[in-house]
């Protein structure tokens, strides 16, 4: 298994243009370097296995040569670049090493969140590992590592790579900051998913094939599932970056998706779910689904509050 734009306008063409053209392109190398750097520090040996003598570098674009399955997620994610290192040994099974650069930590997270299955190690700042693959993020980097084949000693060998990795990418970076803004009581804390792109959001809880609640790279979207004793919900809460733009989506959403909604902006679904949803200022909350309608309302309630 691998793993899975907006420059400000410019005022004064004739000067601001060649500053932020010469800034922006200092911006893109340091990034591009990078990985290159991260690579050189990484070891050429992991206890019986030995690096190939080439790293491979994928692109927004080329990214579709190498894993074209989970590539669009990545993109929904702002990927910049992915170095690729394979590990072989004699007689076992490849461990292939797949860092990817998001370029903001947030995105990195959002990446890491996307599957969250597997057990928790403290490796970077979240790490999970299932059989075979060790997955983490760190500052604005997601690390994939994954053995073709599961050995004990393979297993060995991608633990102390990635903790190896990790200790390489030298600086934290922060979590969303949306994450704070979701109500705690009852949240599922390995159901939280971040994103910003439609696609992301569908593939976790389907809404629309097309784009309703406006999701772009300048909005903050939350995903989460809550349990309180025995009733169960899955809560939305998007961040737009102006009231306008929230609105805008909040009149889609009442449109395509909750027309018959009250008043309150409460309804009962056809599966005999409770759907909700209410705004305040560039703060949009939608429970998507509830068992009933009291949890509905409290989830509403209580986010609305907290914001």
């Known amino acids: 298994m691998t793993g899975f734009s907006s420059l400000r306008a410019l005022i004064h063409v004739p000067t601001i243009f060649l500053i932020g053209g010469l800034v922006f392109f200092m911006a893109e190398k340091s990034h591009a370097d990078s990985l290159e750097i991260l690579g050189s520090k990484l070891p050429d040996r992991v206890m019986g296995w030995r690096a190939e003598p080439k790293d491979h ?6 990214i579709f040569d190498y894993i074209n399955g989970a590539g669009e997620v990545y993109r929904a994610y702002n990927f910049q670049r992915c170095l690729s290192r394979r590990y072989l040994m004699t007689g076992g099974p490849a461990i292939v090493l797949d860092i990817f650069d998001m370029r903001s930590s947030e995105d990195a997270f959002g990446v890491f969140t996307h599957d969250q299955d597997g057990d928790s190690l403290d490796v970077g700042q979240g790490a999970l590992y299932r059989p075979g693959w060790l997955s983490f993020w760190k500052d604005r980097f997601f690390v994939s590592i994954y053995s073709e084949e599961e050995t004990a000693l393979a297993e060995k060998a991608v633990r102390m790579l990635g903790k190896t990795v990790a200790s390489h990418i030298l600086s934290e970076g922060p979590k969303p900051r949306i994450l704070s803004e ?22 976790h809880f389907y809404i629309s094939d097309e784009n309703i609640l406006n999701l772009a790279p300048g909005t903050e979207a939350a995903l989460g599932e809550y349990r309180r004793k025995e009733a169960y919900a899955r809560f939305l809460l998007v961040r737009y970056p102006g009231g306008e733009k929230a609105e805008k989506a909040f009149a889609s959403l009442l449109r395509h998706y909750l027309p018959d909604a009250d008043s309150k902006g409460v309804v009962r679904l056809e599966n005999g779910k409770w759907s909700a949803a209410a705004l305040e200022g560039p703060l949009l909350a939608v429970v998507l689904e ?8 409290s989830l509403i309630e209580k986010a609305m509050a907290d914001n």
Do not use: C, M, W
Not at 191 to 197: A, E, G, N, Q
């Open 290 to 297: 509830a068992d009933s309608r009291a949890f509905a309302e």
């Open 182 to 203: 979701l109500p705690a009581e009852g949240l599922q804390p390995k159901t939280v998913r971040y994103l910003h792109h439609p696609d992301i959001l569908n593939y």
């Open 57 to 62: 570098f994928f692109d927004r674009e080329t």
